[in-house]
């Protein structure tokens, strides 16, 4: 069974600070995707990041960075000179290759998220 | 067209009433989902379908009855609801290819239960 772990429940940072999100998955595949989710307090889930079980290479995307370590099956997300607009609830998920539904169509596995809050 | 929308935004309903939730994307996706959210829990997945056809039920109760009209449209059907079913209930829809597709959000309907 897949599962992931998000241990930090609520951090509160102020702002201009780096902040690093920890995410630690289950799995038994060694087919397996990993995302990031934002939830603003509107409720809208916005897509950050997929990345693959076969690649291990970190990415950055402006103040966003993301440390994938398949050794520690972790996915952490860091947020340098974080920013007000940042505050949100941070979802990292896992989703596997569904035989059953053709391998294309498959449900996210949520981790149980955590609250940043950045104090201006 | 990068929208998945969802309607209505809010809905009340008593324990006896027929209602249902409307998804609607353009973005040419060939799966749609429906999770729910209850407050301060991560999304909790009740279906999944592909190219129109059911393809996940995650032993989800028959008072939920899931439709894919077409490729474009997610409904939920809602009958004889429990108030513990009040929750944010949010539509997705994502490419079908092989595996790990990213999936797009609406911004759900908030369900009261009473």
């Known amino acids: 069974a897949q599962k992931v772990t998000q241990a930090q429940t609520e951090i509160s940072v102020v702002e201009k600070e780096d902040v690093t999100l920890d995410c630690v998955y289950e799995t038994r595949d060694t087919t397996y995707y990993l995302f990031w989710y934002k939830q603003p307090p509107s409720g809208e889930l916005v897509f950050l990041i997929r990345r693959n079980s076969f690649d291990e290479q970190n990415e950055i995307s402006g103040r966003y960075s993301w440390n994938f370590q398949k050794s520690t099956s972790s996915f952490n997300f860091t947020i340098t000179a974080s920013q007000v607009v940042d505050s949100a609830v941070y979802f990292c998920a896992l989703s596997e290759m569904d035989m059953y539904s053709g391998g294309g169509a498959d449900g996210l596995t949520f981790g149980k998220g955590t609250h940043l809050i950045i104090q201006p | ?114």
């Open chain 2, 1 to 114: 067209d990068t929208e998945v929308t969802q309607t209505p935004k809010h809905l009340v309903m008593g324990m006896t009433n027929k209602k249902s939730l409307k998804c609607e994307q353009h973005m040419g996706h060939r799966a749609m989902y429906w999770y729910k959210q209850k407050a301060k829990k991560p999304p909790e997945l009740m279906f999944v379908y592909s190219y129109e056809k059911l393809s996940i039920n995650e032993s989800v109760p028959s008072r939920f009855s899931p439709e894919c009209p077409n490729s474009s449209l997610l409904n939920l059907h809602l009958h004889a609801l429990q108030p513990e079913d009040s929750a944010l209930y949010l539509c997705a829809s994502s490419q079908v290819r092989q595996g790990g597709n990213e999936q797009f959000f609406g911004p759900g309907t908030r369900l009261t239960v009473l």
